[in-house]
């Protein structure tokens, strides 16, 4: 069974930086396309940024093209969100979440799964 932890949350100014990553268990991390998801209160769930299997291929919502970039490390099972120029707006609890079936790529939220417990990120105005 896949375990997903991120970190790397926390309190920023806006107009700043944070990273978040998320480790992943076993060893099928290579194999799957992984997501990032946030979730605002009193809002529904959120995909923000997903990434193929190998790197070679992202999304992101509208709402964070410019200012997000996902990327991963296959040897270290970890994906990452770099997060720059963030606004109050992106304040949320976020959460990954790898890809259900092998070697897709998907950029709805229906295809991934095997959620983490989510990381905090809240940006002060």
């Known amino acids: 069974q896949v375990q997903l932890v991120e970190s790397g949350g926390g309190l920023v100014q806006a107009g700043g930086s944070l990273r978040l990553s998320c480790a992943a268990s076993g060893r099928t991390f290579s194999r799957y396309a992984m997501g990032w998801f946030r979730q605002a209160p009193g809002k529904e769930r959120e995909l923000v940024a997903t990434?193929?299997?190998?790197?070679?291929?992202?999304y992101y919502v509208d709402s964070v093209k410019g200012r997000f970039s996902i990327s991963r490390d296959n040897a270290k099972n970890t994906v990452y969100l770099q997060m720059n120029s963030l606004k109050p707006e992106d304040t949320a609890v976020y959460s990954c979440?790898?890809?259900?079936?092998?070697?897709?790529?998907?950029?709805?939220?229906?295809?991934?799964?095997?959620w983490g417990q989510g990381t905090q990120v809240t940006v002060s105005s």
């Open positions: 990434i193929s299997w190998n790197g070679g291929r992202s």
């Open positions: 979440a790898r890809g259900l079936i092998p070697g897709a790529f998907g950029v709805e939220a229906a295809g991934y799964g095997y």
